[in-house]
T-cell receptor, first 113, second 109 residues
Framework: NAGVTQTPKFRVLKTGQSMTLLCAQDMNHEYMYWYRQDPGMGLRLIHYSVGEGTTAKGEVPDGYNVSRLKKQNFLLGLESAAPSQTSVYFC????????????FGDGTRLSIL | AQRVTQPEKLLSVFKGAPVELKCNYSYSGSPELFWYVQYSRQRLQLLLRHISRESIKGFTADLNKGETSFHLKKPFAQEEDSAMYYCALSGGSNYKLTFGKGTLLTVNP
């Protein structure tokens, strides 16, 4: 049982390049989330999904797009990367129900030059 | 709006000393509170959730609705407790988490 898997683990981009981060979970969870972690800022929600085919904006959605074509996968896209998007990105998933915790991936460390 | 405040960015204690990491929240409904721990450059792991009232690795946390707090406590800190600790609140039907900014705990030998 792998849990939540993120690919890639590291990436360096040049300003203006595009890329997609992949999150996969094998726990049959309905809800999935993308966060960014920055020093002194904690984790901030970028986008989330409450089920296959649905997406919604979080706290800091600008510059990012997401897609949830399959229940197990949640993709985060950067169309035109900017240095301000240098961060560690975490994906998480959870099942429904009171008190259910979110399960996190190992993170993707992204640097934009 | 929901908000989580962790007033201490850094906390340093000696091994064997008691430790308390503070967490205060703001939420109009009935919140669900969690503590997550992140060891150096690793994924976030669930440490505690208020709904289960459990003790994990010697840590406990009690939800105080009157003071809107969910402080994390351990009577005798160990060096392996050194990590970043995040308090998080979940409210509403979409199970989104709002995180505090984290407290970096260092336990010195």
């Amino acid at each position: 049982n792998a849990g939540v898997t993120q690919t890639p683990k590291f990436r360096v981009l040049k300003t203006g390049q595009s890329m997609t981060l992949l999150c996969a979970q094998d726990m049959n969870h309905e809800y999935m989330y993308w966060y960014r972690q920055d020093p002194g800022m904690g984790l901030r929600l970028i986008h989330y999904s409450v089920g296959e085919g649905t997406t919604a904006k979080g706290e800091v959605p600008d510059g990012y797009n997401v897609s949830r074509l399959k229940k197990q996968n949640f993709l985060l896209g950067l169309e035109s990367a900017a240095p301000s998007q240098t961060s560690v990105y975490f994906c998480a998933s959870t099942r429904t129900g009171r008190g259910q915790p979110q399960h996190f991936g190992d993170g993707t460390r992204l640097s934009i030059l | 709006a929901q908000r989580v405040t962790q007033p201490e960015k850094l906390l340093s204690v000696f091994k064997g000393a008691p430790v308390e990491l503070k967490c205060n929240y703001s939420y109009s409904g009935s919140p669900e509170l969690f503590w997550y721990v992140q060891y150096s450059r690793q994924r976030l792991q669930l440490l505690l959730r208020h709904i289960s009232r459990e003790s994990i690795k010697g840590f406990t946390a009690d939800l105080n609705k009157g003071e809107t707090s969910f402080h994390l406590k351990k009577p005798f800190a160990q060096e392996e407790d050194s990590a970043m600790y995040y308090c998080a609140l979940s409210g509403g039907s979409n199970y989104k988490l709002t995180f505090g900014k984290g407290t970096l705990l260092t336990v010195n030998p």
